[in-house]
């Protein structure tokens, strides 16, 4: 069958004049995709109740990819939806994938499954504004449509879907279902991405169905707290849940989570050692705080069985299955919503064990390529002892000094998985750290860096070569330490992340790197410890 398409080009308008419309009527050429959208397809869903306050056209839910060219980066076409169908409060419904006259109705519906599925929607349609075909991901069927279903339609279907799978231990109150409840935004302010939003819906859905143990996997970098935040802003605001504790194991983590929850304002309290606030609905605290005390009269066990309606564990993967476990146990009416980066593996299966599969996963590869997350250029560096190994024999009869305690017993030969584990080596640690200064001179001395290091002893050694080759610039704190045992760790970190403040300009640490902290400003990544291929 013969196809005709009409040129691309300064024609290819919406707006052009009836006139011209009829013309290209009367020659038999059909709409492109633009005048199809407003000719035909937009009537037909203003016809089934789709006003402007639940249409959003041309909704770019990822930012592109970014990708290197020489030392410049650029980004890639981002995803979009042609037609966003959503209630008036943001609750995404539906989309629709718009085709020219050219096309069958059915024609874009892959496309628009495939970005259902991403925005977490149960129904898609493709149509070239005469043909509407539909896929219900309820049923897992496609059909033929005359017309496109009503905002009612749409929403008692999601409703009799959630029905079926409800068998809540507790009734949804009055003020409303929570899945339906707006999200908190800032006036002016950024809505939350497409897989947050997901996120948050999915959570909240096995939620109201009954189940008591939810966990979340989202990389490092994707919002985890922000999300745990809408969850809770939601599940309080619908009134399905009152008090709320969210559990970390660092103090910058507990306070970095108690500052996103900041709209909830004086409704927010801490719990540290010796004091057991119950006044409030928000509360934060670490697991070293809620254990510490006698057996039988830790912190935790001073609170009612049944005081708290939902506990957060933040990066529940590392964060002592034991402790946390004994917590929760204690609260056994809560709904327990774990949250991870780390995606299930043998160190970390009794995590996954306890909360079951995720509710939603976002990876580190998706984040990046959706463009959420910066790609990045790697600058490998080998020393001569990591590539060989270090033989003591060969490092005495060349001159080393080296100190053995009484109490070791030397092993032969030592590798990189032992350096500054098992044996310090300041030599290759000042070799480092000059290579990496000379980078940071070719590009910027005053560029953001976090070092990562093996332990704490090194983080400390790292901070010392780097401050002495940066002390020309006149700052006493280019170089600082940032470890959960650091007294004023709070501090520096807090100064490390405003982006206003010049210094301190290089943060060694060792454990940042297994809770995640958001540092805006940080332009280089650095590892001075094995990390896993």
Request: charged letters at 25%; hydrophobic letters at 35%.
């Amino acid at each position: 069958m013969p196809i005709v398409r009409r040129p691309k080009g300064p024609t290819a308008r919406s707006n052009r004049p009836e006139a011209v419309f009829r013309a290209y009527r009367e020659k038999g050429m059909p709409f492109n995709e633009a005048d199809t959208r407003a000719k035909l397809i937009d009537p037909k869903l203003r016809a089934a109740g789709w006003d402007e306050t639940r249409i959003r056209r041309e909704f770019y839910y990822t930012q592109g990819r970014v990708y290197l060219v020489g030392d410049e980066h650029r980004r890639k076409t981002p995803k979009k939806v042609d037609y966003l169908l959503q209630e008036p409060n943001g609750y995404k419904l539906a989309l629709v994938e718009a085709k020219d006259e050219s096309h069958s109705p059915g024609d874009g519906l892959q496309q628009a499954m495939a970005y259902a599925q991403a925005l977490g929607l149960m129904f898609a349609y493709s149509s070239n504004g005469h043909g509407i075909e539909e896929f219900d991901f309820i049923t897992n069927r496609q059909s033929a449509r005359e017309e496109f279903p009503s905002p009612t339609e749409i929403q008692q279907r999601y409703t009799a879907y959630h029905e079926t799978r409800a068998k809540p231990v507790k009734k949804v109150a009055a003020t409303g279902n929570p899945l339906l409840q707006p999200p908190w935004r800032e006036p002016g302010g950024k809505e939350l991405r497409y897989y947050q939003d997901v996120a948050v819906r999915r959570t909240i859905e096995d939620i109201v169905s009954g189940k008591k143990r939810v966990l979340l996997t989202m990389a490092t970098g994707t919002g985890k707290t922000f999300v745990a935040f809408q969850i809770a802003w939601k599940l309080i605001k619908s009134a399905y849940a009152r008090r709320v504790l969210l559990l970390a194991d660092r103090l910058f983590l507990r306070d970095q989570a108690y500052n996103t929850f900041a709209p909830f304002g004086d409704a927010r309290d801490i719990i540290e050692e010796g004091k057991t606030p119950k006044t409030r609905d928000i509360y934060f605290s670490i697991y070293q705080s809620m254990y510490s005390g006698d057996e039988g009269r830790r912190l935790y066990q001073q609170y009612p069985r049944d005081f708290f309606d939902l506990i957060v564990v933040d990066e529940c993967h590392r964060s002592g299955f034991g402790r946390w476990n004994d917590i929760l146990q204690h609260f056994p009416n809560a709904i327990q919503f774990g949250m991870t980066a780390t995606p299930k593996r043998d160190d970390n299966i009794d995590t996954y064990h306890y909360f079951g599969e995720p509710a939603y996963s976002y990876s580190l590869g998706q984040g990046i390529e959706d463009g959420f997350l910066a790609t990045y250029k790697v600058h490998r560096v080998y020393t001569t002892v990591d590539k060989h190994g270090l033989k003591l024999e060969d490092a005495r009869t060349q001159g080393a000094e080296i100190y053995v305690p009484p109490d070791v017993q030397p092993r032969p030969m030592y590798e990189t998985p032992q350096f500054e584990r098992e044996i310090t080596l300041p030599d290759r640690t000042a070799i480092m750290c000059e290579h990496l200064a000379g980078l940071l001179r070719t590009f910027d001395p005053m560029q953001k860096s976090m070092v990562f290091c093996v332990n704490m002893e090194h983080a400390n050694l790292v901070r010392k070569e780097l401050q002495n080759r940066f002390a020309y610039l006149g700052f006493p704190d280019y170089a600082v330490r940032i470890v959960s045992e650091e007294p004023d760790a709070r501090a520096l970190l807090e100064r490390f992340q405003d982006s206003d403040r010049r210094t301190p300009v290089a943060a060694t640490t060792a454990d940042l790197l297994t809770t995640g902290v958001d540092v805006p400003s940080v332009r280089n990544i650095v590892f001075m410890k094995p990390i896993a291929a």
